[in-house]
């Protein structure tokens, strides 16, 4: 008797996520999980999808995301799973769900409408998600800001011993929940008031559990290479990984320092120690207009605490793209509202801020050559830093991330091949953040699909249109349940809380 699947992706070109380049297969799944790479013609299914000619890759797995109350608020995650994306790494930067008081006070600044439950600690938050799973699988890292702000307010100094052990309880509550790795955001408040010796006296509580650290380092312009190396003493003090999140040079002045970051990383690694990074494919970033404003753009007196890359932006560099109160603003840049409101830029921005609590803002401060030097190093993995502040006009990279990696750049500029793309989308953050039986096509591992054209997909959003889903992305799978068929939402919410495995 034939083997019987619950579904047979028929005749795809199989890019299995571990870089192979791509062969033609019959991938039959049962249950949530992929089953067999080499399903008879003749296997009996209740459902075959027809992949002749297609790409057949692992879900996308987004290593750095802001989605941690987007799973909740807006659960369908239409913005990633149209893209691909079957995992979300939540938990970035700093800003964590746990707490939950201070969890939400930057929850409400994307989210101003959205009604939230209340959870104890991270196994809360994750039980939530059990109880309404969204479409996609979670994976979480603590917030660095969030449990010291919980601990300590935003007070500007190191933390007392007795702090310290507050903060260490929450890393390993965290910890003893699932969570993958512990984040910094060392330009926010109140991150930036840390100390090297506090980030790895928390970090040192990860020793030998494989969870990671991941960090928005203290600063992206001129002081690049200082704050790669901050990173790295933490990891090797620690004795954890480090992933260095979106990197980049930020700001015309330190264009091209990428190329010493990079051998930094590397020299890292010839070390032994796990060093790897994660990027966006775009010479633009986007952040709140509080943290430029904090950094001293546009005033004469210049950055606090030596930050650079922001305090020499140009006001037609920063675009306003989500002011919820004054949806009018969106999309226009500090100068063209400089002449609008008929005051200089630093008066514009504060005035911006102050009117509508929780704005973002689009930055056009990177470089094309260096956006394509982290792409090709093979230490970059792909992750979208998405903000989801919905509606608005947010970065185009949450919805076109992924989509642009294998379109623009490993397609159309070849920078990449096809299977190398995917492997720093799939089988590398796997890999690297510990994520067991996902981003890997192989018999036995949980069933993140994604069926693609790899002649038609590109990512459609622009800064002006961002919300729009990427063409050429036909059926995406999550945990063996299709979330898009012929590029719709089925309304399907077979996502996951991912928990590390203390054995990983
Ligand atoms: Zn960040």
Redesign the pocket.
């Given at each position: 008797m034939a083997e019987s699947f619950d579904l047979v992706i028929r005749s795809a070109i199989l890019y299995d996520g571990t870089g192979a380049p791509g062969r033609v297969a019959n991938v039959g799944l049962r249950g949530d999980r992929i089953a067999s790479l080499s399903a008879p013609a003749e296997a009996r299914s209740s459902a075959v999808v027809n992949a002749k000619g297609l790409a057949l890759a692992p879900g996308f797995i987004d290593v750095h995301t802001h989605d941690d109350f987007a799973v909740i608020a807006r659960p369908e995650m239409d913005f990633k799973i149209l893209g691909g994306v079957t995992t979300c790494v939540v938990g970035?930067?700093g800003m964590g769900v746990a707490p939950w008081r201070a969890g939400m006070l930057w929850a409400l600044a994307i989210h101003p409408q959205a009604k939230l439950p209340e959870w104890q600690g991270y196994a809360g938050y994750l039980a939530h998600l059990e109880r309404e799973p969204p479409s996609t699988n979670v994976a979480v890292l603590m917030g660095h800001g969030t449990l010291r702000l919980s601990t300590m307010g935003n007070a500007q100094r190191a933390p007392t011993l007795s702090e310290l052990v507050q903060m260490k309880d929450i890393v390993h509550e965290g910890l003893d929940a699932g969570a993958f790795g512990l984040s910094t955001?060392l330009v926010y408040e109140p991150g930036r008031y840390a100390a090297t010796d506090e980030i790895v006296a928390l970090a040192t509580e990860m020793t030998g559990t494989r969870a990671l650290y991941a960090t928005?380092m203290r600063d992206e312009g001129l002081g690049l290479i200082t704050s790669v190396r901050e990173a790295i003493e933490v990891g090797r003090r620690a004795g954890v990984a480090v992933q260095i999140?979106?990197h980049k040079a930020s700001g015309r002045k330190a264009w091209g320092l990428v190329r010493q970051s990079l051998a930094l990383i590397e020299q890292a690694q010839g070390e032994g120690l796990d060093v790897h990074a994660d990027q966006y494919p775009y010479t633009a970033g986007s952040t709140s207009l509080a943290a430029v404003l904090q950094h001293g753009a546009f005033s004469t007196e210049g950055g606090q605490q030596g930050i650079s890359g922001r305090e020499d932006m140009e006001p037609s560099e920063v675009v306003i793209a989500t002011a919820s109160r004054h949806p009018k603003w969106e999309g226009r840049s500090v100068a063209e509202l400089m002449t609008l409101l008929s005051k200089p830029a630093r008066e514009v921005a504060e005035y911006v801020a102050a009117a509508s609590p929780g704005v973002t803002v689009v930055l056009h401060t990177m470089c094309e050559d260096d956006v394509k030097a982290v792409m090709h190093h093979p230490s970059t993995m792909i992750g979208s830093?998405g903000i989801p502040a919905l509606p608005g006009k947010p970065h185009p990279r949450l919805w076109g991330t992924f989509a642009r990696v294998l379109g623009r750049y490993a397609r159309d500029l070849r920078l990449l091949t096809l299977e190398d793309a995917v492997w720093r989308m799939t089988g590398l953050p796997a890999r690297t953040f510990g994520l067991r039986d996902r981003g890997l096509i192989r018999e036995g591992a949980f069933a993140d699909l994604v069926v693609f054209d790899p002649a038609r997909i590109l990512d459609l959003g622009t800064y002006e249109n961002p919300n729009v889903s990427p063409a050429g992305i036909y059926h995406v799978f999550v945990n063996g349940t299709q979330v898009v068929r012929d590029g719709q939402h089925t309304g399907a919410r077979p996502g996951r809380p991912l928990r590390r495995a203390a054995d990983t």
């Open positions: 970035n930067c955001g928005h999140s979106h830093d």
